[in-house]
């Protein structure tokens, strides 16, 4: 079922995940800025989890941030993601995680465009992307 939690241990992530899968998603690392293969993707689709296959967001709703990550003004579902304060590197920010593998997704900022005013800055190493039929081929 796409709403049951996942729990694996740390060897059986780091068998499923790249290495800089399991540095984002399970150590709460960050790709650096202009590097992921999203950041800059037109297509229309849905983007997953990377851990878990969880739809996270539309690209309907996905912005030219100019940061250098992926960027949304809201997530597909709200009850897709989870967020959480983090307090690391002396900076006050609200981390996102996927609330189905608890999986580190990026940061939403309160200076992103209508309708929300929201910016979701996720790192592409932590989202995998799936085409509407029409944009495959």
Request: glycine share 10%.
């Amino acid at each position: 079922m796409q709403d049951e939690k996942v729990v694996r241990t740390d060897d059986e992530w780091r068998s499923l995940l790249t290495p800089e899968q399991f540095r984002v998603l399970r150590r709460g690392g960050t790709e650096p800025a202009g590097t992921g293969e999203y950041t800059d993707l037109e297509k229309r689709g849905v983007y997953r989890c990377a851990g878990c296959g969880s739809e996270l967001f539309s690209s309907a709703d996905k912005f030219h941030s100019g940061s250098g990550w992926p960027s949304f003004t809201q997530p597909l579902k709200a009850e897709a993601i989870e967020e959480h304060e983090d307090r690391s590197f002396g900076m006050s920010r609200t981390e996102v995680t996927c609330a189905r593998c608890s999986g580190h997704l990026g940061h939403v900022f309160a200076d992103g465009p209508d309708p929300t005013g929201l910016r979701y800055c996720i790192n592409s190493v932590a989202l995998s992307f799936v085409p509407e039929e029409a944009d495959e081929g």
